[in-house]
T-cell receptor, first 113, second 113 residues
Framework: DGGITQSPKYLFRKEGQNVTLSCEQN?????MYWYRQDPGQGLRLIYY???????QKGDIAEGYSVSREKKESFPLTVTSAQKNPTAFYLC????????????FGQGTRLTVV | SQKIEQNSEALNIQEGKTATLTCNYT??????LQWYRQDPGRGPVFLLL?????KEKRKERLKVTFDTTLKQSLFHITASQPADSATYLC????????????FGRGTSLIVHP
């Protein structure tokens, strides 16, 4: 089945550690996005990528890094520089064009312990 | 600054009634507007898209309006059912090449049997 897969669903991290969240899609979409969702808040854009080997910072990129070496994959690393990393992280992909919808993964809930 | 506002308070309605959710925006000129449904612990799922030159869009029991003068979109669910209970997010997309979805915080809808 075509879709977008995030793993793991739940992740626990000790303070001071980096952690990488996986996002894979087999929809052949060009654009991929990472959002962060906190309780009572909307989705805030962390990073996005329109094509392979290119990505741009979103509104809250500090403390995060990404790579886009393959069209199918857009991993997000939460570094120790991110001061408040506990949140629900959502990855999305979308074909190019104005009238296209975003397809989301199931999300990864990251908790810093 | 750009702002997207959706009611933070949950909307409680009785089964069979029409639910109306509001999305207001300021300092933004979206070319397109999308509505998504999000269930707890899951990623959002696309429902409808409406363009700036369209007044209304329908899909089954769903209806969306878009008033660029008022800077507002209304999302209606007719003959609501308990299964419609979820959080509904609006997303704005501006023209200019990127069409990156910018999301509101969402409104929780609770349909009582």
């Amino acid at each position: 089945d075509g879709g977008i897969t995030q793993s793991p669903k739940y992740l626990f991290r000790k303070e001071g550690q980096n952690v990488t969240l996986s996002c894979e899609q087999n929809l052949n979409h060009d654009a991929m996005y990472w959002y962060r969702q906190d309780p009572g808040q909307g989705l805030r854009l962390i990073y996005y990528s329109q094509i392979v080997n290119d990505f741009q910072k979103g509104d809250i990129a500090e403390g995060y890094s990404v790579s886009r070496e393959k069209k199918e994959s857009f991993p997000l690393t939460v570094t120790s520089a991110q001061k408040n990393p506990t949140a629900f992280y959502l990855c999305a992909s979308r074909p190019q064009g104005w009238n296209t919808e975003a397809f989301f993964g199931q999300g990864t809930r990251l908790t810093v312990v | 600054s750009q702002k997207i506002e959706q009611n933070s308070e949950a909307l409680n309605i009785q089964e069979g009634k029409t639910a109306t959710l509001t999305c207001n925006y300021t300092n933004y000129s979206p070319a397109y507007l999308q509505w998504y449904r999000q269930d707890p612990g899951r990623g959002p799922v696309f429902l409808l898209l409406i363009r700036e030159n369209e007044k209304e869009k329908r899909k089954e029991r769903l209806k969306v309006t878009f008033d660029t003068t008022l800077k507002q979109s209304l999302f209606h669910i007719t003959a609501s059912q308990p299964a419609d209970s979820a959080t509904y997010l609006c997303a704005l997309l501006a023209s200019g090449g990127s069409y990156i979805p910018t999301f509101g915080r969402g409104t929780s809808l609770i349909v009582h049997p």
